[in-house]
């Protein structure tokens, strides 16, 4: 199915007839900085198999330079798309490894999403992907996974209740700050954010690794701060005493931080 180079590695080259598609499909979504607008320059920088060739359904991952910015995709492929699957579809390959194959929003398929979630319990790497956990975490395996809706900039996949999975969508150069500010704060014995147990990045050829996605603990329940405050003034209810505890733990991450980060 793939023109693989190396294990887990595939040819960008072998992939060209997937980028009308892309084209069409990346000003649609939310998480696209460039909304609404034509795309002018389209370039494949890397592609990875994450299961072996020739499976059904497929997982490749893909980092497409557009316009200037790098963007992260998890395309499945399947021969025909299930009832549920259908809003995922991106098209038809109609040439290439993929000819004949639905191309679509690999997040999306529960099985894939799982399977995610079984490289990041697995650290190694995989073509350019390098897979890292915190060795002490407990990541229990076959955890139920659901996207999270709402977000604008990237996509979250919830497992079992337990787990939080961001997959950045735009990504650059060098250790985003959601994984270096929460794994700095648990080095400092700050337990108001919870600590990464999971995360994956790319290494690209004479660059700095881009972090692609952070696993955390879920914190089923929780209130933002903001809309808690917003409720409280609109149901006329004293926000006195949350208001104490949202400083005081503001001010734990604060002093943690400045320890840990002094510059």
């Known amino acids: 199915m793939s023109e693989a180079a190396s294990a887990g590695t595939t040819s960008t080259t072998g992939l060209s007839p997937l980028e009308p598609m892309l084209r069409d499909w990346l000003p649609l979504q939310r998480w696209f900085a460039g909304k609404g607008r034509r795309i002018g320059r389209l370039r494949m920088i890397s592609a990875a198999d994450l299961l072996p060739p020739g499976s059904s359904p497929g997982l490749v991952h893909l980092l497409l330079d557009v316009d200037g910015d790098c963007y992260q995709l998890l395309l499945g492929v399947r021969p025909a798309l299930p009832p549920a699957l259908a809003p995922a579809l991106i098209g038809r390959a109609e040439h290439g490894p993929y000819a004949g194959q639905c191309v679509y929003e690999g997040l999306g398929d529960p099985r894939l999403a799982a399977l995610l979630l079984e490289r990041l319990r697995a650290p190694g790497t995989l073509g350019p992907l390098r897979f890292d956990r915190d060795p002490m975490a407990l990541i229990p395996a076959a955890l139920t996974p659901r996207p999270l809706s709402g977000e604008q900039t990237n996509s979250s996949l919830i497992y079992g209740d337990s787990y939080i999975l961001k997959v950045f969508r735009r990504v650059g150069p060098g250790v985003n700050p959601d994984l270096e500010l929460p794994r700095a704060l648990a080095a400092a014995g700050c337990a108001r954010v919870p600590a990464p147990v999971a995360w994956y990045e790319a290494v690209l050829s004479g660059g700095e690794p881009l972090t692609l996605g952070v696993l955390q603990p879920y914190l ?25 505890a949202l400083g005081r733990a503001t001010a734990e991450v604060h002093s943690a931080l400045a320890a840990a980060l002094p510059t």
Not at 220 to 243: C, I, P, V, Y
């Open 220 to 244: 089923r329940g929780s209130d933002d701060g903001w809309q808690l405050a917003l409720g409280r003034l609109r149901s006329g209810d004293d926000f006195t005493a949350e208001a104490h």
